[in-house]
């Protein structure tokens, strides 16, 4: 026997495998999607990082930076999603998918970076700056300035300024989460910024369980009394009023979803009862604030008297279907960590309002206006229009908004199923079943260059790098079951 595989060992090394079997092996269920991704992390990690950050996109020869609003200065990150808290979830995920730690110290670099970039005020701005002269404007944590000298800075309004809006911040705190838990906790540093940034969200979260968007010491508006339910105003302008006294409470681009998920997750994670607190007072911020029958969704914005109010100038005072679902999505999560019912009835009672608000052709307007429910729309002039006419291009003003997904959602848990534990980086990813995963995964395979980039004519594109690893992990996951 220990002859034989002497000898057949002999053989392999003379005549090695044929080209045939040799492309079998390497093309084994779920390893060339594994391949690929790392081979997409590579450029983006080796020829894309800046000092373990990153931007919206780049040109192809890598000179040219884009972030929201036009180009960043060659050492300026971007948070916002998808900036470099996304890119740092993709080498996590490539990480969890192939085992090689490569890619959970790739992911480290981010961390370090995000931890680097953390305001006195606990979150982050939707920038970090990496040159050391140009973070002397900025009151980052990792700086050791006290609060008189973060006070001191006058050139920059934004110095200490945390960002909830558009995920910014969330995404910072699921991203270092996540990186925690995989890293088994072995850098203090990422859990004390957790520690800390959760701490100050919970000091400037208002009474009634909202929180502000931005923030640089306290809650604008703290100390006002508010009403304690929402109601609807008995007429609205459809001129532009522009909001000036706060406190206004927001529910626009899901900032309660992503801030109330960002908590369930800490709880989860951590088991800190004051988390799970924080999300029941911002769930019950939600049920205050949902409207009065017929109309029971939320509106984007809302004053004192818990009242629809403009936002800007395409922000009117209406209902609002996209987060309106962004909002059922939260409260059935929270409804499955609290057992509390008055967020699942305020859930099934706001799926019915958007089931009934669906328009002929199988989409949603963006907003309804009050009290009859008619489709509201904002034309490229900024007025209000109740035609789907010359519709805004810079803002959606009308399609499905992952609306059809939510509902699905709401009737499993309302049959009495318990639904999948969404994860510590929510990706589309996560929504597509096996074919589609697969029809995806072998696009990107086939379209990939030989450097590894998934090219939009002259950009490469961070939103596209970050997606196509996820369905890729998916897609190789599946594949590896199905072979065992």
């Known amino acids: 026997m220990i002859r034989l595989g002497a000898v057949a060992l002999l053989m392999f090394l003379v005549h090695p495998l044929d080209g045939r079997a040799q492309d079998t092996v390497e093309t084994a269920p779920g390893a060339a999607a594994r391949q690929a991704m790392e081979k997409a992390g590579a450029f983006f990690r080796d020829r894309l990082g800046v000092h373990g950050t990153y931007v919206w996109r780049y040109s192809l020869d890598g000179r040219r930076r884009e972030v ?65 002269d140009e973070r002397e404007n900025w009151c980052y944590r990792s700086r050791d300035i006290e609060a008189k000298a973060c006070q001191r800075i006058k050139d920059n309004r934004s110095a200490n300024r945390t960002v909830l809006d558009d995920n910014t911040s969330q995404s910072v705190f699921n991203f270092l989460i996540w990186f925690d838990e995989a890293n088994g906790g072995k850098d203090r540093s990422v859990r004390e910024a957790i520690d800390y940034g959760l701490g100050q969200l919970t000091r400037v979260q208002y009474r009634n369980g909202a929180f502000p968007n931005f923030f640089s010491t306290g809650a604008p508006g703290a100390d006002v009394e508010t009403a304690s339910h929402a109601s609807m105003p008995a007429s609205w302008s459809p001129d532009w009023q522009k909001p000036e006294t706060p406190p206004y409470f ?67 005072p209406a209902v609002v279907s996209r987060e309106t679902a962004g909002s059922i999505d939260f409260l059935l999560e929270l409804y499955q960590a609290s057992n509390k019912a008055r967020y699942l009835e305020a859930a099934r009672s706001a799926g019915d309002w958007l089931s009934g608000a669906r328009l002929p052709d199988g989409t949603w307007a963006r907003y309804y206006e009050l009290n009859t429910n008619r489709p509201l729309y904002v034309d490229n002039d900024n007025r209000v229009t109740f035609e789907p006419v010359n519709l805004l291009t810079h803002y959606g003003m009308k399609g499905e908004f992952e609306i059809p ?54 950009w490469v594109d961070g939103k596209r790098f970050v997606d196509a690893v996820f369905v890729l992990a998916r897609h190789a996951a599946i594949q590896d079951d199905a072979e065992q």
Request: aromatic share 10%.
């Open 68 to 132: 929201e609003g036009g180009s960043a200065a060659p050492s300026v990150g971007w948070v916002q999603p998808p900036g470099t808290p996304a890119v740092g979830a993709a080498f996590l995920r490539i990480y969890e998918a192939t085992g090689d730690a490569q890619w959970l110290d790739a992911a480290h670099t981010v961390a370090a970076a995000l931890v680097d970039g953390q305001l006195m005020s606990g979150g982050w701005h939707f920038s970090i700056e990496t040159d050391p």
């Open 250 to 316: 927001i529910v626009n681009d899901n900032v309660p979803r992503d801030t109330g998920r960002l908590f369930l997750s800490a709880y989860k994670t951590y088991r800190n009862p004051d988390y799970l607190k924080a999300a029941m007072r911002l769930g019950d911020f939600l049920v205050a604030a949902q409207l009065p029958h017929p109309q029971e969704g939320w509106a984007q914005q809302y004053d004192r008297t818990l009242q629809p109010v403009w936002g800007r100038k395409f922000e009117p």
């Open 405 to 458: 997904l939510t509902l699905a959602r709401l009737a499993r848990v309302l049959r009495g199923e318990r639904p999948t534990e969404p994860n510590l980086w929510i990706s589309p990813a996560d929504d597509l079943g096996p074919d589609q995963l697969q029809k995806d995964a072998a696009v990107l395979m086939a379209t990939q260059d030989p450097e590894g980039r998934w090219a939009d004519g002259e």
